[in-house]
């Protein structure tokens, strides 16, 4: 599904390097955990992933279903199946949030070449995937996260996921800032969208998220690199101990 291979990337402004050597696989149909310290570049790797500006490639490759990334535009890559969820969502004021998801979804199947989906069928599907994910029908009337809470911009982001229906789930510590309640919703979204053909990335930094999204592998980010992968017990190990053993080993 994903094939990363030495890729290594640097901030364009700064002229400073985060990534420095990342190899990553990730399989369909299965969830990989990073975590790892502040600075290791976790989330830089999602960015550099999804097309954000202000970072460098400089070295390795990153391709998806056999496609090379990392020279596509954001919009080519989101319709080649890829999807981030931030750690903070963004508002957009003065765009409703029906017309934002029915914009997208449709913009995506135009470019796969496939047929766009009419108003009432939108109108049923996101509906009943809104049920599922307790979000409000007033919340499909507002802006685009304006007036939410944390947990509601979360919910949010998980509803546009389902309706994309992406092929790689890019989590980016999605469950910063939420209570328990939140994290267990926006967790069962996740779980629901789990599938054969569907990978996920998720990007944490605790194990209370993986007690509940059941990660397949778990691999510790260092320093612009991963250096340990293992199963669920490896987050584990990390709730306990910390990282320093660990890093220790790598050094």
């Not at 364009?12 to 696989?25: A, H, N, Y």
């Not at 592998?217 to 709730?239: F, N, Q």
């Amino acid at each position: 599904m994903l094939e990363i291979k030495n890729l290594q990337v640097k901030l364009e402004e700064e002229d400073k390097q985060i990534l420095k050597g990342v190899d990553l696989t990730v399989e369909a149909g299965k969830v990989h955990a990073i975590m790892g310290p502040n600075g290791s570049g976790k989330s830089t790797l999602s960015y550099v992933l999804a097309g954000r500006d202000g970072y460098e490639v400089t070295g390795g490759s990153a391709s998806l279903l056999g496609e090379d990334i990392l020279d596509m535009d954001p919009e080519a890559r989101a319709a080649a199946g890829m999807f981030l969820a931030f750690q903070y969502p963004v508002e957009i004021p003065g765009v409703g949030n029906m017309t934002f998801m029915r914009t997208a979804v449709n913009a995506q199947r135009k470019a796969r070449g496939e047929e766009e989906m009419s108003s009432a069928e939108f109108l049923k599907v996101v509906r009943a995937r809104a049920k599922d994910l307790q979000i409000d029908a007033e919340m499909l009337k507002r802006p685009v996260n304006v007036g939410f809470s944390g947990g509601e911009k979360k919910r949010n982001e998980i509803l546009q996921m389902a309706m994309l229906e992406p092929k790689l789930c890019i989590l980016d510590e999605t469950d910063s800032g939420l209570d328990v309640d939140a994290m267990k919703l926006v967790a069962q979204g996740v779980n629901a969208l789990r599938s054969p053909d569907r990978a996920f990335l998720v990007i944490t930094h605790y194990q209370r998220l993986l007690d509940h999204i059941a990660p397949d592998v778990v691999h510790i980010m260092s320093a612009g690199r991963i250096v340990k992968s293992g199963g669920p017990d490896l987050a584990l190990e990390v709730e306990k101990n910390g990282y320093g053993d660990i890093l220790k080993e790598s050094a």
